[in-house]
């Protein structure tokens, strides 16, 4: 009987820690290069736990995660401001002109996107650049 109350508190714990991170599905931040090589770059993934891993790209193949942990509660707090500074700033489905050689692409892929309005390109391009700035910080240990 004590296993199971202890249990219970255990996974009532984890429920409410899952609640205060502001993600309902995974956030996905890629900042790739193209080069001889292909692409490469790193990859930063946020769950809807909080959890995060960065992992490293080249070519086509995702290798495993070279990091991993969990935002603490500030850091999800700063992660929810982050993400209603992009909402309020809107983003389009691409900014940027075309591609060049050997260009460098971020890209925000996850949650619920399709909310998040279209508006003008320098507001949206400061916001994606500073959510992904200040993930590749938070998960810098």
């Known amino acids: ?34 080069g001889f090589a292909g692409e490469t770059g790193t990859i930063w993934t946020i769950a809807a736990d909080c959890s995060y891993t960065v992992a490293r790209q080249i070519g086509l193949k995702t290798l495993d995660p070279h990091q991993q942990g969990r935002l603490t509660p500030q850091e999800q707090a700063q992660l929810k401001e982050l993400l209603g500074r992009v909402a309020a700033a809107g983003l389009p489905k691409q900014l940027g002109a075309a591609s060049q050689a050997n260009a460098r692409r971020v890209s925000l892929s996850g949650g619920d996107l399709s909310a998040i309005p279209a508006a003008a390109a320098n507001d949206a391009a400061a916001a994606l650049l500073d959510l992904a700035d200040q993930v590749k910080t938070m998960t810098a240990r």
Do not use: H
């Open 1 to 34: 009987m004590r296993v199971s109350l202890a249990l219970s508190g255990l996974l009532f714990s984890v429920s409410i820690m899952g609640q205060e991170c502001p993600l309902s599905a995974p956030l996905t931040i890629k900042d790739i290069q193209s």
